[in-house]
């Protein structure tokens, strides 16, 4: 039978689990709280001398495939002095039944709740998130604000891109990292080690001590913000002797060293991306004005062709998924990406192992590369990013790909058997017109015709698939203004109605957009600074949440909250 109890020190502390079971029938998808997924891991609690609590902050669905989690989950519990386990955020009607029956917020893989581990580390990937870490902790029973937290509470540790810029979030996190984490959480695992041996010296303080004199881990509380009269900020200064003025961003040079994850989790529920993925480099070198990830991840590391056959076999052979991605921020520029093509489809070749390049840039593209990864005939929809309409506005934004460029390709394409084109935009981008976003509709007609042209055939589609432009921090147009959301809807609205009263075209062109609002409210939490901390509690105490792909949360109530959170303040949000 398995054994529900844990150990926490000399406090027996008892695993949820069999006051959670009876209730599953009770919600949606209860599958994604039951654990037990293929290569998971369960460690003995008593063994083990740091404990981790690792949170991806949106549903099972979305977090399970998150390729840092998984990362990170697997290199801690290789050390057996370290434990590691996961937690989601749980959907709304879990909540109610958890708050109802006075359930923590609990780990997946043995349903040990939050408040008993080191550390509850929380990986960001979207500032969307911010409202379920609240939620979390709340459940957990740990308290929002890092300034009330004791002893016996968990370190809060945010990381991931959306955590480069921490303040919005710097009331309710005890520290962050920056960059990659397969290094540092070692490193912090180890600091922590040695001061529990040494007894808890100096309790909490003292541990996060520790940890920002090392200089690669921001903790908050350690720094003053001032602000001039106009409500800018105008200095961020250590308050503490020996805390350094600035945190460095950790860089893994070696990703070969690194060929993680070795045992991919499957995932017991159907989740957003069913595929083994390897990232085969990190970093770009671009430069696409509006691009954090290329900004952030640099510079750029190649995993090598050996390393990447390797870990695709290991990762098929240990999961038994039928689909590789070979994921980074443009996969096509892998410098030898066409050995790399060619040699996983020799190996693939008549099997039933499909491959794909998630991300693929349009000048980077050709058919040699795309007939490799379709040897089985699997001819999936090919997706680009021409992110602006207009060849103006691509120039404005740095993404030198021309309409000669885009045509080129996709007629490639069509007249080597693919039906299917998705192009991506973005709306909002600075310098942009109306006309701009016209264009949009004009390229998705001269693809449309292109490939009729060159296939014979009129069953040809393109996607339009747009979003709304966000200035992201530690960009060039991280400055900006952004649009506001009414003249972004605007002008989607024209290109719908353009696009649909082309007869000869319209019927071929599929339209996918998102309505303006939700990225204003991504816009102000990308960028703020610590005042928004308020802003966003008192949306979460007004009940903002976010459900996997689906905002429970409106913008009207994100303008509410901020009118009156910052009524007082000199700052002009453009609402």
Known sequence: MREWRVRLGRMTVESIFPQLEPLLLSVSKPIQYVGGELNSTVKEWDFAEVRWALMYPDAYEVGVPNQGVQILYEILNERAWILAERTYAVFSDMEKVMRDNAIPQFTVDSHRPISAFDVLGISFST???????????DLAGIPLHAAERGDEHPIVLAGGHSAFNPEPVADFIDAAVLGDGEEIILAISAVIREWKAEGQPDGRDGLLMRLALSGGVYVPKFYDVTYLADGRIEKVAPNRPGVPWRVAKHTLMDLDSWPYPKNPLVPLAETVHERFSVEIFRGCTRGCRFCQAGMITRPVRERSITGIGEMVANGLKKTGFEEVGLLSLSSADHSEIAEIAKGLGDR???????????STRVDAFNITLANEFSRNGRRSGLTFAPEGGSERLRKVIN????????????AAAYSHGWRQVKLYFMCGLPTETDEDVLQIGELARKVIQTGREVSGRNDIRCTVS???????????FQWVSQLDHETTDERLRKLRESVRADKKYGRSIGFRYHDGKPGIIEG?????????GSIIEAVWRDGGRFDGWSEHFSYDRWAQQTAEVLADEPVDLDW
């Open 466 to 476: 747009i979003g709304g432009f966000v200035p992201k921090p530690h960009t060039p």
């Open 348 to 358: 693939y070749e008549g099997t039933n192992t499909s491959l794909s390049l998630p």
């Open 524 to 532: 102000l939490l990308s960028r703020g600074d610590r005042r928004v």
């Open 399 to 410: 993404k030198m790909v021309s309409e000669e460029d885009l045509i080129k390709t996709v």
């Open 127 to 137: 500032e969307l998130g911010y409202t379920n870490m609240l939620t979390a902790l």
